[in-house]
């Protein structure tokens, strides 16, 4: 029986940091001055329970003995035995964290720092012993512990008497006899004989009754427990003596009693002292550490079986239409044109069904991402003494898996930053009018193939003198004169910028907004703020849906086709020649509404001929990046359609401007921009205009 | 006899023929249009679609300092594989004309001598004789190491001002 | 070889005794709780079911009652995976029908032993 255990590992590091969030969100949902719903710590015990049974199996005997304190506490919680306060909830709280630290060096087979766990242990244990009353003594015995009894040191054969009487129910537990006995034959030498004496009158007999009991007499090398636990599961059901055949008789007699009460108590004992694998309980845990790092395991992703099961549909429609296509091609003539053209259709229809369909098992609802929020705000709002209500929205709203991983940490940051900079104390709210309470609002929604995360506060708002001077003052900019509030606003994310009076524990950690928005750019994305001074402030997050796939416009620059992510487009526009200033030397801006967009020439950044040299009623794409809108000039504006990024690093390198490649319907490739590179590329070429670039 | 290890894949060049190991060739292919990479150097023509992934295209004469030609139908483009650093790398080198397939052992192809300034020298492999004619041998795992293949060599960027 | 309903909102457990019982021959379905393995059981049919207690939506005990109110499962041995050692669980678990019991941590030979014994 060679099972490796270790497959199972990584489901179960899976499975078990999900339990830890539904511990944790419905820790942090319990009100302990309230009733709490039963189901609520029923959900919060299943999931600890469900960690420790995992753990006990696959050798992670830490986790075991840590998770069987927080299941012994919940489980006298859930009896009612027990209250949950604040310091519990506490307690548990942490314990997740802790138990999230473990988890993550049993992924990487590291040693569990088993420190972290000491000050929360002690606190458990302090629990149990004190109030809990004999709480104590129902941890001692139920603490999983490996023992290592000697085993019987009886290897003689002995021969038993066994008299088994079930009562006439035992049927009904799918317990039958026969199967007792061939356990027992298995043992040893083994004799049975029936009395038949209860059998009842044929009108009275029932199928599902057992009418017999049985003399037994078994010589085997196995002890008395052994056999008890063979009648382990029927004891309850039937009278069992088992005694030892000895040539002292009289002896024999003696120790002839009803064995039901005493075996009553073994089997859990026998049960562990039998298998010859008991002591390994401790064993695996040790030996997996020695085991050489093995390459860190792959990530998995847990996919709805609905999902699955439409990929397999839509792969059999696709075999359809392609048995369909290659029978037509088989004896083709002009007369099947217009079923050609139909089978075409459908397997176009099929392929996009499909695609859509392959996209959607990479996505997972944003939940994942907010989850971690009502803890952070609870613990936030406890640490800073700001009372903080949050609401979440959207949940549901799916995104891909590693876009999620990504977005994660920038989210925290904007959160932390709503609470941080955003809402005011208690005193200045009421002193302006408002609640006492703020609110911080997360909302995600899909918004023309992208997805949009809004952080949402109703605090002090941005005040956008405060910043201007500080941007001034940080030497982020030497001027803000003629600036717009909403051009001030961007300077937040300016590297070098904080705002903070004094580096807060909570937003103030050496990572600024520069970080959050470099890392939405990283990810196709972009930022935007809105901000109303007294009314609050809402930061904007537009992602791609998934990083494999991406809405482009295609157009055209001299012989060259390009692909502008369509997230980046702000408008497009035909110039008008009044509209384009010169500034200085080459550099041209064109005037749009109240912005003054820089015109950057495509065919001068990527050094091919366009087909017009001027600017007169040519197209221009105002595209934004990095926090600025620039117009790129291009030839035409063809499609605009979905693309499969395909990287240029494989076979190449990296090229400044370009962000990957695709392959278009005709087979041909296409460049895709990388905007925020391409404006970075051409501000560096401006000052020195006419020379190499670098 | 036609142990594969030994096996030479020879392309002429300017006049000249070259040989590569016939396991770094994937196929040979036509020249077809390309996709331009922008503010690439000018041996690296663009990128062509080879059944779903996106391979470079190098013109070897360029790339080799020698002067480029126009491309007719018989231009050719050999298509290399080969593993670097647990990567495969896929790259088409642009060569005038294919032109057999030898056999040499690894004492036929000795070191060779230093061509100057005429010839890369960090490609080459060594040089075989064969029918009176001198081949050069090229080394394709260093044809293909990116870090080698595109360094500049004093090619100029063909960055228009 | 028999047909075998393994019941158990842990997929890791589930995965584990799924593997360990193919690996040993037999046929097995997966449920992750009570109410699924009901529907599943009423739609087919099998020589024993094995189920973890604690689930959400349907726990074990009344996987075990409901079954046992089924006709076809009348007799039909059903084992519960249980980490509790105290005797409460499983007399419940007796109570409600079930044939006996499979103490957690387990490991794959505990498992075949016990999986052995009812269906032998």
Redesign the interface.
């Known amino acids: 029986m060679s099972i490796d255990l270790e497959q199972f590992h990584q489901v179960f590091f899976e499975e078990s940091l999900e339990n830890l969030d539904v511990v944790e969100q419905a820790l942090v949902e319990i009100n302990i001055d309230a009733e709490v719903d039963s189901e609520v710590i029923n959900s919060i015990f299943r999931a600890a329970h469900s960690i420790k049974g995992g753990s006990g199996t696959f050798g992670f005997t830490e986790v075991t003995e840590f998770t069987h304190l927080m299941e012994t506490l919940l489980d006298e919680v859930r009896d009612g035995d027990r209250e949950l306060t604040s310091e519990l909830v506490d307690a548990l709280l942490k314990s997740c964290d802790c138990l999230r630290v473990w988890f993550d060096s049993l992924q990487a087979k590291q040693p569990l720092d088993t420190e972290i766990s000491k000050p929360l242990v002690a606190i458990y244990e302090a629990m149990l012993n004190g109030d809990g009353g004999d709480s104590a003594d129902k941890t001692e015995d139920k603490a999983v512990v490996a023992e290592d009894e000697a085993t019987s040191e009886t290897s003689k054969n002995r021969t038993w008497l066994i008299e088994f009487i079930p009562e006439s129910n035992v049927l009904m537990t799918g317990n039958e006899p026969i199967r007792l006995f061939r356990q027992l034959e298995q043992m040893g030498e083994f004799k049975a004989t029936a009395n038949i004496a209860s059998i009842p009158d044929i009108n009275l007999l029932t199928a599902d009754e057992c009418y017999l009991s049985w003399s037994i007499e078994l010589t085997t090398e196995s002890d008395k427990d052994d056999i008890a636990e063979v009648f382990e599961w029927v004891i309850d059901e039937c009278k069992l003596t088992i005694t030892e055949k000895s040539s002292e008789a009289s002896a024999t007699e003696a120790k002839a009693v009803d064995t039901r009460a005493e075996v009553e108590e073994k089997p859990a004992e026998a049960e562990t002292k039998n298998k010859p694998e008991a002591t390994p309980q401790v064993k695996p845990a040790v030996a997996e550490k020695k085991a050489p790092a093995a390459a860190p395991a792959t990530s998995s992703i847990r996919v709805g079986i609905d999902k699955v099961d439409n990929l397999i549909n839509l792969v059999g429609e696709l075999v359809i239409t392609q048995s369909m296509l290659s029978e037509l091609g088989n004896n083709f003539d002009m007369d099947k044109i217009e079923r050609l053209s139909s089978g075409l259709d459908q397997l176009l229809q099929n392929t996009k069904e499909l695609q859509e369909n392959v996209m959607r098992i990479r996505m997972l609802p944003i939940s994942f991402a907010f989850n971690r929020f009502p803890r952070m705000i609870r613990d936030l709002s406890v640490k800073i003494g700001k009372k903080v209500d949050l609401q979440i929205n959207g949940e549901t709203t799916e995104l891909d898996k590693t876009v999620m991983e990504k977005i994660s940490d920038p989210l925290v940051h904007l959160v932390r930053n709503a609470i941080d900079h955003g809402i005011e104390s208690a005193e200045d709210r009421i002193a302006a009018g408002k609640p006492e309470e703020g609110t911080i609002k997360l909302d995600a929604f899909h918004k023309g193939g992208n997805i949009v995360i809004e952080i949402v506060d109703d605090g002090k708002g941005i005040d956008a003198a405060v910043i201007a001077s500080k941007a001034v003052e940080k030497g982020v900019v030497s001027d803000t004169t003629g600036m717009t509030d909403q051009q001030i606003f961007e300077l937040i994310f300016e590297p070098g910028f904080s705002t903070a009076e004094s580096v807060s524990d909570i937003s103030g950690r050496g990572v600024g907004m520069d970080v959050v928005r470099r890392n939405i750019k990283a990810l196709g994305g972009r930022i935007e703020i809105e901000s109303e001074k007294g009314k609050g402030s809402v930061f904007r997050v537009h992602l791609p849906l998934t990083l494999a796939i991406l809405d482009g416009q295609l157009i055209r620059v001299g012989k060259e086709v390009y692909i502008i992510p369509l997230i980046a487009i702000v408008e497009s526009l035909q110039i008008k020649p009044e509209l384009v200033k010169n500034v200085s030397g080459n550099m041209k801006v064109y005037r749009l509404r109240e912005d003054n967009v820089p015109i950057i020439a495509m065919n001068k950044e990527f050094g091919i001929e366009t087909d017009d040299a001027g600017l007169d009623d040519r197209l221009l794409v105002v595209v934004e990046g990095d926090g600025c809108k620039v117009g790129l000039l291009v030839d035409d504006l063809l499609a605009q359609q979905q693309v499969v990024i395909k990287s240029l690093e494989a076979n190449y390198k990296r090229i400044n401007g370009i962000s990957g490649a695709t392959i278009l319907g005709d087979g041909s490739v296409a460049m895709i921009i990388d905007i925020p590179g391409l404006i970075n590329m051409s501000a560096r070429r401006l000052p020195t205009d006419g020379q190499h670039a670098a | 006899m036609s142990d594969p290890t030994n096996e030479y894949l020879t392309f002429i060049l300017d006049n000249e023929e070259f040989g590569v190991s016939i396991l770094a060739v994937q196929e040979i292919r036509v020249w077809s249009t390309v996709t331009d990479m922008p503010n690439t150097p000018d041996y690296i023509k663009g990128v062509i679609n080879l059944r779903g992934v996106i391979v470079p295209i190098v013109d070897l004469r360029q790339r080799l300092n020698k002067s480029p030609i126009e491309y007719n139908e018989n231009t050719v483009v050999i298509v290399l594989k080969q593993a670097i650093e647990d990567k495969s790398i896929i790259v088409g080198v642009v060569v005038d004309a294919v032109s057999d397939v030898y056999n040499f052992s690894s004492k036929d192809i000795k070191e060779s001598p230093d061509f100057g300034s005429e010839i890369d020298n960090r490609f080459v492999h060594g040089m075989a004789t064969t029918d009176e004619k001198i081949i050069v041998i090229l080394d394709a795992v260093k044809l293909l190491d990116v870090k080698e293949l595109y360094q500049i060599s004093g090619s100029l960027n063909k960055i228009a001002s | 070889m028999a047909q075998v309903l393994v019941v158990d909102?842990?997929?890791?457990?589930r995965?584990?005794v799924m593997?360990?019982l193919s690996?040993?021959g037999h046929n097995v379905k997966d449920a992750e709780n009570g109410q699924v393995a009901l529907d599943i059981a009423k739609s087919d049919s099998f020589d024993a079911v094995i189920t973890?207690l604690?689930?959400?939506v349907m726990d074990g005990i009344t996987l075990v009652k409901e079954l046992?109110s089924l006709s076809k499962y009348?007799?039909?041995?059903?084992l519960l995976?249980t980490?509790?050692?105290?005797?409460d669980k499983k007399?419940a678990g007796?109570d409600a029908?079930?044939?006996?019991?499979l103490?957690?941590?387990?490991?794959?030979?505990?498992l075949?032993t016990t999986v052995d014994?009812?269906l032998?």
């Open positions: 909102d842990s997929a890791s457990m995965n584990m593997a360990t690996s040993a973890d604690n689930m959400p046992r009348t007799y039909t041995p059903i995976l980490t509790e050692s105290a005797g007399a007796k029908g079930a044939t006996g019991w103490v957690k941590p387990f490991n794959p030979a505990k075949l014994r009812v032998g």
